[in-house]
DNA sequence: CGTAGAATTGAACACTCTCAATTAGCGTGG
DNA sequence: CCACGCTAATTGAGAGTGTTCAATTCTACG
């Protein structure tokens, strides 16, 4: 339904003709999967997905942990009738795919052409056998997404559509804004997808707020935050 | 505002009032608390709350691991003008309060008079850091937790309230049938803030599935499924 | 029994969705 | 460079699911 016609010729992991070679890894202030990957003795493999290319499916094994070096991913569930539930965006220096399940329990897809840094699962948990530091570093990685979730179940279940949007600024204009301006990677259907909205009511708050000044776009995908306070304020 | 009279004479934490000295564990398949109590060397105290009581509050310090011995628990996040998300109900066996962060980021109530079982995380981290084992089983515990998360993300975002009503039922008929009867122990308005509800709809659900004959109520809280596949068929 | 909280039920409303039309943005190729 | 075509985004109007407010009814427990 949402496959990409560029995914029909990938092979099923690490896409043979995508192979980037080893990357620098990002500037980035703690990097918590470099630190892992040093303890264990192990060094990342880079690939390159292309926009809305599949990295993994719900339901296959769960063989790669994954790190957004460039680019943008979004993880994913489904009901049966294609509606979609998105729990998260990743971006460059965020780890996903940690499952300590065998399958995926999630699906995840590059939004735009994306660079990704993957680790062998099993290697990893050979290295969190033996080294309590990994271990902890990997309970402290599904922490963090446990905390997400937890934020996110509260807006998904309480917020209105206004304060599903603030709060979704809010979050974006943490993790990606430069020099003042906030580049959206994701289309209004997948913020949609994200807040439990439909993507007009999506569009429709961001026709709002920038008509009450408090959001400047230039570019559909290209906003810039005037009044961060206000936002703050329907956040709830 | 949701304060029951009887924490606010109680202490911050173990409350003085309430001890009820070690109980037995609960018959578990697989009870991992206590194998990780086990392997850390600790045994866990056993308080009782009454219902209602608060066991910890969001923004408090984790000092505390907590298992349902007997009883049930709520966990939520409240916005600030009271609305109110809860994002998991334990019953007997069930672990939580497990942070990995220095603080709570949930309120914990004892839905009715309850037991817990509870370690100081101080000691467990401490005895994560020197067995691998034990840290291995808290990353497992937290995983568990997240992989909820997700599944109830896709609820709330995305089902209808009667999708969200039959998962629920299925996810309690799962957890606490004995004797073909779900005896809950939580109120309309619990499963509406767990399910992103109103109480109102709730009941107009659960009526209009007895009215189909797929649930038989004797009591608002004494539930007997009649047609599982058919609640499986809406479960979507 | 009698009272208070819990649950049910009804009616009107509102927020968000659905369906539809229009406009904007962007890559491709003439 | 502009025309073309496709997808994304915006905007409007109407409908619907779930909410809100209110009135009973039920149930549990002194």
Same mark, same amino acid.
């Given at each position: 339904m949402l496959a990409p016609s560029t995914s029909t010729i990938a092979p099923a992991l690490p896409p043979l003709g995508s192979i980037a070679g080893k990357c620098t890894a990002p500037a #980035? /202030? @703690?990097d918590k999967f470099g630190a892992i990957l040093g303890r264990a003795g192990m060094v990342g493999t880079d690939f390159c997905y292309r926009k809305d290319e599949e990295i993994y499916g719900e339901g &296959? +094994? !769960?063989e790669y942990v994954y790190q957004v070096v460039k680019g943008a991913v979004r993880t994913y569930k489904l009901l049966s009738d294609g509606r979609r539930q998105i729990d998260s965006f990743h971006l460059p220096g965020d780890v996903f795919g #940690? &499952? !300590? !399940? +065998? @399958?995926?329990r999630l699906t995840a897809e590059a939004i735009v052409d994306t660079t990704i840094r993957l680790a062998k699962r099993s290697s990893l948990e050979q290295a969190a056998e033996v080294d309590v530091q990994v271990a902890l570093h990997l309970w402290s990685l599904t922490a963090g997404h446990l905390r997400h979730a937890e934020d996110h179940m509260l807006l998904l279940g309480r917020k209105t559509a206004m304060e599903k949007v603030a709060t979704f600024l809010l979050e974006m204009d943490r993790r990606l804004t430069v020099a003042g301006m906030m580049a959206l990677p994701m289309t209004r259907r997948d913020i949609a997808d994200y807040l439990g909205l439909t993507l007009e009511t999506v569009s429709r708050t961001f026709s709002q707020l920038q008509s009450q000044g408090v959001l400047g776009l @230039?570019? /559909?995908?290209q906003v810039a935050l005037r009044n961060r306070q206000c936002l703050r304020n329907m956040d709830a």
């Open positions: #980035l /202030a @703690t &296959e +094994p !769960s #940690l &499952e !300590s !399940s +065998p @399958t995926c @230039t570019g /559909a995908r």
